[in-house]
């Protein structure tokens, strides 16, 4: 069974901090690995995807991959209440598989 | 921008009754995937669509689930005889390409399904 593992929060930072949310996955060879906001009865929202080791910036986001440590995270600077939400992380693994395998995803409260 | 266009929004259904959920991918996308999600729980894959035919399912999408593209723009999802259980979230998404080969799978908003 390939799992994906977040802690579920919840995840409270003040306004205008980082915000740090971790993922572990257990298929040593997943090749990709995404990160969604998803808020409260709404669909999942791409914000990045990653497959390289190392890290990857797109605005205030950066995803941040370690394959040997089969480890993800995604940083969220300067955060903004409107950042409020679920952040679900999602790994495609190996054998040419096209099933995206779920964290249950960390809920974050960015307080004014 | 495209969208993924999902109907119905919410759905409530008795017990044993038989659901269509209908789903609308992006125009020019060539893979399509049905996941769900129970309140409160993980985004769950059911099935991918490629080629007019099932390409990947999972250990959920049993002989009670089916899918199909009835016309070039409509791809359904249907649930034969509904259970208690079925009661979740349901996200049609669709992908230009193979996902294992760099594309981004786009969701709906979901048609929530009730089973009473």
């Known amino acids: 069974q390939k799992e994906v593992e977040q802690n579920s929060g919840p995840l409270s930072v003040p306004e205008g901090a980082i915000a740090s949310l971790n993922c572990t996955y257990s298929?040593?060879?997943?090749?990709?690995f995404f990160w969604y906001r998803q808020y409260s009865g709404k669909s999942p929202e791409l914000i990045m995807f990653?497959?390289?080791?190392g890290d990857k910036e797109d605005g205030r986001f950066t995803a941040q991959l370690n394959k040997a440590s089969q480890y993800v995270s995604l940083l969220i600077r300067d955060s903004q209440p409107s950042d409020s939400a679920t952040y679900l992380c999602?790994?495609?693994?190996?054998?040419?598989?096209?099933?995206?395998?779920f964290g249950k995803g960390t809920k974050l409260t960015v307080n004014p | 921008e495209p969208e993924v266009t999902q109907t119905p929004s919410h759905q409530v259904t008795q017990m044993g009754q038989e659901v269509i959920l209908r789903c609308v991918p992006i125009?020019?996308?060539?893979?399509f995937y049905w996941y769900r999600q129970i309140l409160g729980q993980k985004v769950e894959f059911l099935v991918s669509?490629?080629?007019?035919?099932?390409?990947?399912k999972s250990e959920i999408f049993d002989d009670q689930f089916s899918v199909e593209r009835p016309d070039g723009s409509n791809f359904t999802l249907k649930i034969r005889s509904t259970k208690l259980e079925d009661s979740a979230m349901y996200f049609c998404?669709?992908?230009?390409?193979?996902?294992?080969?760099?594309?981004?799978?786009?969701f709906g908003e979901g048609s929530w399904l009730t089973v009473v």
């Open positions: 669509f490629y080629n007019n035919e099932i390409s990947e």
């Open positions: 298929d040593r060879g997943s090749q990709s």
């Open positions: 999602a790994v495609l693994t190996q054998g040419g598989s096209e099933k995206l395998v």
């Open positions: 990653i497959y390289s080791n």
């Open positions: 125009s020019n996308h060539l893979y």
């Open positions: 998404a669709s992908s230009f390409d193979r996902l294992s080969s760099g594309n981004t799978i786009y």
